[in-house]
């Protein structure tokens, strides 16, 4: 059974991982066709005091 497990890991840590874009990348080259995006990020605001649990 530990050789099993042995030869497992073996198999998995020999495979190359995959080459390629990152899911940002594949974004961007989908994105970029039509000009790319702007965002309106709102503006920050202070961290407010949380309500309490009395009754």
């Given amino acids: ?3 099993e497990a ?3 890991l073996r198999s998995a ?3 190359e ?4 874009d990152t899911l ?3 974004i961007r080259r989908r ?3 039509f000009g790319g995006v702007e965002l309106d990020l709102p503006a920050c ?3 407010r005091d949380p ?3 009395s009754a």
């Fill in 31 to 33: 994105i970029v066709s």
């Fill in 13 to 15: 840590l020999a495979v």
């Fill in 51 to 53: 309500d309490g649990f």
């Fill in 1 to 3: 059974m530990e050789e």
């Fill in 6 to 8: 042995r030869d497992i």
């Fill in 45 to 47: 605001e202070a961290i």
């Fill in 17 to 20: 991982p995959p080459q390629g």
């Fill in 24 to 26: 940002v990348e594949s």
